[in-house]
């Protein structure tokens, strides 16, 4: 069973910034590509942003294009999420999956399980 383990959430004022890590011990994240989701309080997950497999393209979500940057560090096996300028409605539980990315229509489709999760909070 593929799962990854999500870090790095917490409470951050309006504007401010947050890293969060996506980790796996049993596998080679390189191998996969990966995407962040976001569930808010009574929602369903929303597809935040992917990372590609071969040539690590990178997609964005209009909602945080600009503000949230994808990354990989493959010496550490894990995939970043680099989220600044953040605002209230960025308030949520954010999960990573191993995942295909659509160039074409921006969608990303999960496969494999939800993990914890990690909470962010932004208010003042």
């Known amino acids: 069973q593929v799962q990854l383990a999500e870090s790095?959430?917490?409470l951050v004022q309006p504007?401010?910034?947050?890293?969060?890590s996506?980790?796996?011990?049993?596998?080679?994240l390189d191998d996969y590509s990966?995407?962040?989701?976001?569930?808010?309080?009574?929602?369903g997950h929303e597809?935040?942003?992917?990372?590609?497999?071969?040539?690590g393209r990178t997609y964005y979500k209009d909602s945080v294009k600009g503000r949230f940057t994808i990354s990989r560090e493959n010496a550490k096996n894990t995939v970043y999420l680099q989220m600044n300028?953040?605002?209230?409605?960025d308030?949520?539980?954010?999960?990573?999956?191993?995942?295909?990315?659509?160039?074409?229509?921006?969608?990303?489709?999960p496969t494999s399980d939800w993990g914890q999760g990690t909470r962010v909070t932004v208010s003042s």
């Open 8 to 10: 790095g959430g917490g």
């Open 91 to 109: 308030t949520a539980v954010y999960y990573c999956t191993t995942a295909e990315c659509s160039p074409y229509t921006n969608t990303y489709y």
């Open 85 to 89: 300028s953040l605002k209230p409605e």
């Open 47 to 55: 597809e935040v942003s992917c990372i590609s497999i071969s040539e």
């Open 34 to 43: 990966i995407a962040w989701y976001r569930q808010a309080p009574g929602k």
């Open 22 to 28: 996506c980790a796996a011990s049993t596998f080679t």
């Open 15 to 20: 504007g401010g910034s947050l890293r969060l």
